[in-house]
């Protein structure tokens, strides 16, 4: 912890900042988790007591059988082709979910991980190490701000954590389970897979808690097991985050990261923010509305604007066909989804700016399950138009901005686009360096991939002909 401080952030409370110049991509802070727990995702919510099932470790960052896409599959015997193709689909679900908030504030295993707590409270105290800055149960609980209706619902999972809690162990006052559990509920930060795409437990790192909220951080969390095999890792290794600079930061300057996704408008995000970390965002992106206007413009074709009207009720029309979209997609109807996709989109055509966020979201949706349906073209297509809309409303250096600039790179490869996908794989390998680091199994995929584009792209220049023989002729074999 020779990079960040704690320090009085005003209003805010406790902050951290940079006792150094940082640069970007630099890694501040690697912390293990204080304690975690895994979800086990056939049944919501509770726990794997079971070691780590290796359904979970399937490689998702290429959709179809390539060279690259294969190479995970290695690690994993014993999966059976019921399970995945229950994975294969569970995993596209998520792809489609897209937007990952890091920090959950629902649905999180709270006794569970309130057990582990106290456990290793007993065990060590709230301190586990020299560089931990405070002892955990120093932490934010936000009690005191929780509206009757969450009260009540704390109190109810206090009683019920009591009731289990007590055999033959200290006993613990109300007061003070609540305090934990109020702890968990605004510190617990999100576990995700070894790609980074699926919520697999919670977790709870005393440092990274620290770290003050901005819609527009300058900096960004990752999971990292670091070069470890993907199934030893989930299996035995300490879940590890870092905190990584996403740009140049000065000496003094609060680090900052981001609680909630920023592709919502601010008044969005600050009411997610009130409502799940009892904040008022004061930010620069919200206080100036930043790129509220893209995110709700409208299409200008040839100078013809739509009527404010018209704007709203396409608008209205895409809120509720995301709906039945989300609805679809979860009872895995994927040809309904992507009729009720196209029929959106036509909707929205010459209304909604492709950065509207409405057309965001169904072009992600429609990109995702068009190349899962190996429609690569059309996929491809889609997929382009949403990394344009992106670019213009993430900052550069976003880890999901990076994702979804791979998934739009592997699609233009398998839709044999091979210039454009490299291009693509080559952006989001520059981002995931910044995001992810060099040695995360992401970004080691990405630049197995980017060897691979790289070659076949001089292939392609040399001869096209031959490159799309070859190309067909591997097709085939598969
Ligand atoms: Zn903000």
Partial sequence: MDSAVLFDAGKKGRGLRATKELNTGDVIFAEPSFS????????????????????????????????TAGMHQEDLPNVSQELSKTTEREELQDLISGHTNWFISIHIPLSSLAARVLWRMHKDTGIVSDSQLVSVDQLEDHVADMSQEELKKLQTDVHNFLEYWSYGRKQHSVDYISHI??????????????????????????????????????????LNNGNQSALSSALHSQRRIELRALRKIAEGEELTVSYVDSLNLSADRQKKLKEHFYFECTCEHCSKHINDDLMAAAADSEGAKPSADTVKQVTAFSEECLQKI?????????????????????????????????????LSVVSEVLSYMKVFSEAA?????MVEGYTKLYHPNNAQLGMAIMRAGVTHWHAGQIEAGHGLICKAYGI???THGPNHAITKDLETMRTQTEMELKMFKQDESVYMTMRDAALKKQ
């Fill in 381 to 385: 297509d889609y997929a382009r138009r």
């Fill in 36 to 67: 975690a727990v895994v979800f086990d995702r056939h049944r919501s919510g509770s726990i794997v007591s079971e070691p780590y099932k290796s359904e979970e470790l399937q490689n998702v960052g290429s959709p179809n059988g390539s060279n």
């Fill in 432 to 434: 995931l360096l910044v």
């Fill in 326 to 362: 989300e609805k679809s997609r979860i009872e895995g109807n994927y040809h309904e989804v992507l009729k009720l996709c196209h029929e959106c989109l036509e909707k929205q055509e010459n209304v909604l700016a492709d950065t509207h966020l409405c057309k965001l979201r169904v």
């Fill in 181 to 222: 559990f109020g702890i968990i509920k605004c510190n617990g930060f999100t576990l995700s897979d070894q790609r980074g795409l699926q919520a697999v437990g919670v977790g709870l790192f005393p440092n990274l808690c620290l770290a003050n909220h901005d819609c527009w951080p300058n900096c960004t969390v990752i």
